[in-house]
């Protein structure tokens, strides 16, 4: 199966994280982006097991942990016979990253911020309630996808519905092997769904308002 993917041209992005103070700019390569989170249907389809009822398919995949979600990149990229881009050993708790790979991965924190921005450098890309699903609107449960607006690169999702994990560790000295994950969920009040808030979780945690979506390398010119 093929997903539906967004080419992200390249471009700068600053990050800042509220809890050190801290700032840093990222130049963002071009990327291909997933125009929505990964559903149920489509998660179900990569990795077998009986797919979701009916009325769930377009629900985003979610209480998957962020090993899950890597496996899943990989999973797809064979069926596409792409070359996975990670080398993944849960038992050790190490993932490496093959960057020459030309098949799906998780977004860089910096990508997804970049993505979700959308050329923006508000809090948010468009008015709350029209863009996300959150506490306020969503009756503290997930929506199916692309049910609001999207970014002005036709990015659905990218803040509310649920968090999504990133590849990056969130801060090794401090807490480890923790992961990052943006964009704020269903069950978050408003202040957690804009686009430079950070989360993290450890990577082998399965919450039920936590998917992803993928990524992978631009097409090369020519």
Known sequence: MTLDMTLVTT?????TDRRTQASWSVNVGSFMLGTT????KEYKAVTGGPPP???EEALPASNLSWWQAAEFCNALSR????SPAYRLDAAAETAEWDRDADGYRLPTEAEWEYACRAGT???????????AWYRDNSGEQPHPVAGKDPNAWGLYDTLGNVWEWCWDFYDPAVYGTYRVLRGGGWFDEHWSCRASVRRRSHPTLQIDDVGFRVARA????G
């Open 37 to 40: 989170t990964v559903t149920r």
């Open 11 to 15: 471009g700068d992005v600053t990050l």
């Open 79 to 82: 069926l596409e016979q792409l």
């Open 218 to 221: 631009a097409p090369r010119a």
């Open 121 to 131: 450098d508000g809090p948010r890309y468009g008015p709350l309630e029209a863009i």
């Open 53 to 55: 009822v009916p009325d």
